[in-house]
């Protein structure tokens, strides 16, 4: 069974940092892009980065370009999505998804985790 499980959110002030976690299982990353997702309140989900399963290449929306990184741990079968400068704008519930080699928009992924609230307050 494919289980995508983020975590990580949390509270925190502008300007401060969180460290999201998708723990992923029921398939390997040698297929599957990994993707994460945002979508803040009376909003559409939102594209935040993908990382590339065939040569790690990373991928990240325009806004959080220089902030964000995102890196897998494969030994873990863990993706993570760190967060830093955070800014009130950055709030939103987070998701990760797997893509079938490739990154789409979120609903054109093929497996979705739940979501991480994450909160930054000004």
């Known amino acids: 069974e494919v289980q995508l499980q983020a975590s990580g959110g949390g509270l925190v002030q502008a300007g401060g940092s969180l460290r999201l976690s998708c723990a992923v299982s029921g398939f390997t990353f040698d297929d599957y892009d990994i993707g994460w997702f945002r979508q803040a309140p009376g909003k559409e989900h939102e594209g935040v980065s993908c990382i590339r399963s065939t040569d790690g290449s990373r991928y990240y929306t325009t806004s959080v370009k220089g902030r964000f990184t995102t890196f897998s741990e494969n030994a873990k079968n863990t993706v993570y999505l760190q967060m830093n400068s955070l800014k009130p704008e950055d709030t939103a519930v987070y998701y990760c998804?797997?893509?079938?080699?490739?990154?789409?928009?979120?609903?054109?992924?093929?497996?979705w985790g739940e979501g991480t609230q994450v909160t930054v307050s000004s």
């Open positions: 998804a797997a893509g079938f080699r490739g990154c789409k928009d979120y609903y054109g992924m093929n497996y």
